[in-house]
């Protein structure tokens, strides 16, 4: 879908993948560009110069053509990211299950560095929160405040 998306309407792609101003660039210079050719071709052919639409138009497939390889790139860096996540998730269930919690935080830390939006992180600190609240709930908790008038 994405990448229907990006072959129809440069950068919009890319807006999609988590480049919202990038794409958000392209897709207003390609659109103003290919406003300006056909406009030169089709509408008033003889008030636009034809070195301002031959210019257009080289701006236009050039755009066009950053937008597909910058949409590729951005589709290859979200693959190594989902991977080194995945790989850090499963370090940090590992020290969860083993009760090394220094190890878990480190790899929750690494992996918040990497993408601090990764759905696996948000679950993985709610495993910890919960972890951590049922150790507190086996021990009885004793106040010694309790009953006294302030």
Known sequence: MTLLL????????????????????????FGVCADVVLAGWLIAPESIPLWLQRLALGMTVVTWGLSQWLYAHQGRVLR????AIQNL?????????????AAADHAIESMRA???????????????????L?????????????????
Not at 90 to 101: Q, T
């Open 114 to 132: 990497i993408d601090d939006e990764s759905p696996e992180l948000d679950a993985l600190v709610a495993e910890m929160k919960l972890d951590l």
């Open 89 to 101: 998730a499963r370090d940090a269930r590992r020290a969860l299950d083993s009760g090394d919690r």
């Open 6 to 29: 990006n072959l129809l309407l440069p950068g919009a792609g890319l807006i999609m993948r988590r480049r919202e101003w990038l794409g958000f660039c392209l897709v207003l210079l």
């Open 134 to 150: 049922h150790k507190s709930d086996s021990k009885p908790v004793v106040r010694s405040d309790v009953g006294t008038a302030v």
């Open 80 to 83: 190594r990211r989902s991977a």
